[in-house]
């Protein structure tokens, strides 16, 4: 036996055999696991954003197939149902990473998105029978399936994905949330102008889910050891390098859980009002940009539909750009982690915010710079996954999960607020200086929230992370693109 340079004891021959028998840049089962996460997310975020282009085609079917049913619903009704997901997804944040760690990964987010799927297939039938009312239960109850997505996932990484492979495999595995609202925003016009209809909008994405579940049933796993397939060269390389962590993401020991010491310490509490403050002008845009373009720019469902899906395309490229920028920073020592940290969350909440201040002054006669402007605002938030992001498993690496599911919990109930209140200041979907005070809201928002992580935000350790006597790592290490 030898001891690591963390302190842990390991089987020097297992370590050298480990990694002898897996190729540096080789593929193996936890590549083929993070293609299956990146395709789970890219459902997920699919089925949570086709409402947003869906709902223009349901409430007016100039531009797209005339045969299928029109409902007129005003604004605050769209609102209230492009809000209604959120009200169940926050209900499961926090009791899933309890459940994915008692359970598994693979159980809770195999159930979770497969249900969610089949829901997603009733939507049309359910706007037939119902109205608004039925649409927007079964929109709840689809949020509720969804709250274990991330927790689930946040799981199935720390499991599969050795630390130093984690820039790579966690931003693969994550960057499925701007693909799958890629493809459904740029796809969603043409499925509603087609034979098809709207309602092939939510077959389509309810269906991909169901296959995937499938797939994900037969080769999914929640862990190395639970996958018979395996090598065991690979299984001994990924169990190894998880042994040398002097914190484990997932400790062996239950770990009391430190609630009082969360919600008292300042580093935690600015993490919570920086990841609110993302998603209030993250969903804003999300769910209003298709009636944006569509009322106040003039585009039709086509072209609306590729527009809106632009500035995620962007933000899907610059997530990989800004992330190797942090990685080369942090590997040649330029600045200190907290420093990254803060950077990259101003860079990613305060451009953006900029660029909602210059989008509140354009007209309809401007539109090629609104759409600069839109793309500039989303693409740039990319920034935050090598900011704030990350910042739960700086402070806690043993807590991390349930950080997340604390501030994914109360972030999202931001995701309520905001389509809401656009609903209620929006009367005229065509008034600019009404739209002018949406973006000042979300530009002030972005504005306090990243002013209160600069001011507040650590990056180290917390005291709360470690039990007694056990040995505490020092600061989360290749990390730099897990979120």
């Known amino acids: 036996m030898a001891v690591n340079e963390n302190g842990v004891a390991v089987d020097s021959k297992k370590e050298a055999e480990a990694e002898a028998g897996t190729p540096k840049y080789g593929l193996g089962v936890r590549h083929m696991q993070t293609f299956l996460l990146f395709f789970a997310l890219t459902v997920a975020y699919a089925q949570r954003v086709n409402l947003s282009v869906a709902v223009v085609a349901m409430t007016d079917s100039k531009g797209s197939n005339l045969n299928f049913p029109e409902y007129n619903w005003p604004e605050k009704t769209k609102s209230l149902l492009l809000s209604s997901f959120f ?59 969804q709250g274990v997505v991330f927790p689930s996932v946040h799981t199935l990484i720390s499991a599969w994905v050795p630390p130093s492979e984690r820039p790579v495999l966690g931003t693969c595995a994550y960057t499925g949330n701007q693909f799958g609202t890629i493809v459904m925003l740029a796809t969603s016009g043409l499925l509603a102008s087609s034979s098809a209809g709207w309602p092939s909008i939510f077959y389509i994405s309810g269906g991909v889910g169901c296959i995937w579940a499938i797939v994900f049933f037969f080769w999914g796993a929640s862990s190395p050891a639970q996958y018979k397939r395996i090598s065991v060269e690979e299984r001994k390389m990924i169990e190894m390098a998880q042994a040398s962590e002097a914190v484990s993401e997932q400790p062996k020991e239950k770990l009391h859980t430190p609630w009082l010491s969360f919600l008292t310490s300042p580093a935690f509490l600015a993490l919570i009002i920086a990841h609110s403050a993302n ?40 997530s990989f750009i800004f992330s190797g920028i942090a990685m080369q920073l942090n590997k040649r020592n330029c600045i200190s982690t907290v420093t990254s940290r803060k950077l990259f969350n101003s860079i990613g909440l305060w451009v953006p915010m900029l660029a909602l201040i210059g989008l509140a002054y354009v007209d309809r006669a401007q539109s090629n710079l609104a759409v600069i402007l839109l793309t500039v605002t989303v693409g ?25 599911g604390i501030t994914n919990c109360v ?40 002013g209160l992580f600069i001011i507040f935000g650590k990056a180290n350790v917390q005291p709360w992370n470690d039990p007694p006597a056990k040995h505490r790592r020092s600061s989360t290490l290749h990390v730099e693109s897990q979120h």
């Open 87 to 145: 009200w169940g997804y926050v209900l499961t944040q926090v009791p899933s990473g309890q459940l994915a760690r008692k359970f598994g990964g693979k159980i809770t987010l195999l159930t979770g998105l497969g249900l969610c799927s089949v829901l997603n297939i009733f939507t049309p039938l359910f706007a037939r029978w119902g109205g608004w009312q039925l649409v927007c239960a079964l929109r709840v109850m689809e949020g509720l399936c």
């Open 279 to 318: 998603n209030w002008g993250f969903w804003t845009l999300l769910t209003e940009i298709p009636s944006y373009m569509k009322n106040v720019l003039g585009k039709d469902i086509k072209s609306n539909a590729l527009l809106s899906a632009l500035p995620y395309f962007a933000m899907f490229v610059m």
């Open 411 to 450: 972030g999202n109930i931001m995701s309520i607020i905001a389509p809401l209140l656009v609903g209620f200041i929006v009367n005229n979907e065509e008034d600019v200086e009404q739209w002018r005070v949406v973006f000042f809201i979300a530009a002030a928002i972005y504005l306090v929230g990243n």
């Open 380 to 404: 740039f938030n990319g920034a935050c996954y090598v900011g704030f992001q990350i910042n739960h498993l700086d402070l806690s690496p043993n807590f991390a999960g349930i950080l997340m």
